[in-house]
């Protein structure tokens, strides 16, 4: 017969037993939670290195850009609708022969959804770039593209040229770095007014130098960036276009790493004209 000590005795120990029991499930479960935040981060960290290469500009800047968190609700879209038709898929195997006269001026305009830009190009001091850029025009490479990206926190810029939207095309070839002393970019900055080529440039590394495509910013703002994108153009008309476009704000897509502009920033038509 168990007496009563001993009932209670084995009692306590069951319940140390439960209590242990109970401890080394929340151990478990902490430790599971652990590696799937671990994992997270790292898939995280990952992306903002996809990032950095791909896009174009400063790392540090893109993750305020894409740590921003999405606004509670979007602002009206101040664009209209984009005209009929698909974006391009041509790619080429190799850079454009020269042919824009460095001693002409040129000009831009980009028609888009949510009115018309123009830009005066820089033949003189980007020749590799404003023939690259002339020659895309020509071939209707930039119509009926997204602008896929807006930076609108620590830099302000727009940025353009990928058929596919994603921060992620090209023409097929790549031009080189120039005009990168230009005295314009004083202490750093981009002035408002801007026209630069994004580039795989990742900061380290000289291999990943001379690698622009088809996309290029729009600065709508004095932006804090080093110099490491050609700059080939100004802003000559449609500030008040950009300022629309920022003012409806962007939002994180995690799937691409990018901002999206909020406004339906469609590119219907670029042109180039020498004069």
Not at 4 to 22: M, S
Not at 117 to 124: H, R, T
Not at 145 to 155: A, P
């Given at each position: 017969?168990?007496?009563?000590?001993?009932?209670?005795?084995?009692?306590?120990?069951?319940?140390?037993?439960?209590?242990?029991?109970?401890?080394?499930?929340?151990?478990?479960?902490?430790?599971?939670?652990?590696?799937?935040?671990?994992?997270?981060?790292?898939?995280?960290?990952?992306?903002?290195?996809?990032?950095?290469?791909?896009?174009?500009?400063?790392?540090?800047?893109q993750d305020t850009d894409r740590a921003a968190p999405p606004s509670p609700s979007k602002a009206p879209d101040p664009c209209g609708k984009p005209a009929k038709g698909a974006p391009s898929t041509k790619t080429w195997k190799k850079e454009p022969a020269m042919s824009v006269d460095t001693s002409a001026?040129?000009?831009?305009?980009?028609?888009?959804?949510?009115?018309?830009?123009?830009?005066?190009?820089?033949?003189?001091?980007?020749?590799?770039?404003?023939?690259?850029?002339?020659?895309?025009?020509?071939?209707?490479?930039?119509?009926?593209?997204?602008?896929?990206?807006?930076?609108?926190?620590?830099?302000?810029?727009?940025?353009?040229?990928?058929?596919?939207?994603?921060?992620?095309?090209?023409?097929?070839?790549?031009?080189?770095?120039?005009?990168?002393?230009?005295?314009?970019?004083?202490?750093?900055?981009?002035?408002?007014?801007?026209?630069?080529?994004?580039?795989?440039?990742?900061?380290?590394?000289?291999?990943?130098?001379?690698?622009?495509?088809?996309?290029?910013?729009?600065?709508?703002?004095?932006?804090?960036?080093?110099?490491?994108?050609?700059?080939?153009?100004?802003?000559?008309?449609?500030?008040?276009?950009?300022?629309?476009?920022?003012?409806?704000?962007?939002?994180?897509?995690?799937?691409?790493?990018?901002?999206?502009?909020?406004?339906?920033?469609?590119?219907?038509?670029?042109?180039?004209?020498?004069?």
């Amino acid at each position: 017969m168990v007496s009563r000590d001993q009932r209670r005795r084995q009692l306590a120990r069951e319940k140390y037993e439960r209590q242990q029991q109970r401890r080394s499930a929340a151990q478990r479960k902490t430790k599971r939670r652990n590696v799937v935040i671990a994992s997270a981060v790292a898939v995280a960290l990952a992306a903002g290195v996809t990032a950095y290469a791909t896009t174009g500009l400063a790392g540090a800047r893109q993750d305020t850009d894409r740590a921003a968190p999405p606004s509670p609700s979007k602002a009206p879209d101040p664009c209209g609708k984009p005209a009929k038709g698909a974006p391009s898929t041509k790619t080429w195997k190799k850079e454009p022969a020269m042919s824009v006269d460095t001693s002409a001026s040129y000009s831009a305009k980009l028609a888009t959804t949510c009115g018309t830009i123009e830009l005066k190009l820089d033949a003189g001091k980007a020749p590799h770039t404003v023939n690259s850029f002339t020659f895309l025009a020509g071939q209707g490479y930039f119509d009926h593209s997204k602008c896929h990206r807006l930076v609108d926190q620590g830099l302000y810029v727009l940025q353009c040229g990928d058929p596919k939207g994603t921060g992620q095309g090209t023409p097929g070839y790549t031009i080189p770095d120039e005009n990168l002393k230009d005295p314009r970019l004083k202490g750093g900055v981009y002035p408002a007014g801007t026209v630069a080529m994004a580039n795989r440039y990742d900061g380290r590394s000289d291999k990943t130098r001379d690698s622009g495509g088809s996309q290029f910013f729009l600065v709508y703002q004095d932006s804090k960036l080093p110099p490491n994108y050609t700059p080939f153009g100004t802003v000559t008309g449609g500030m008040d276009v950009l300022r629309k476009i920022a003012k409806a704000g962007s939002t994180p897509d995690p799937q691409t790493g990018n901002t999206a502009p909020n406004a339906t920033v469609v590119i219907n038509r670029a042109t180039v004209k020498k004069s």
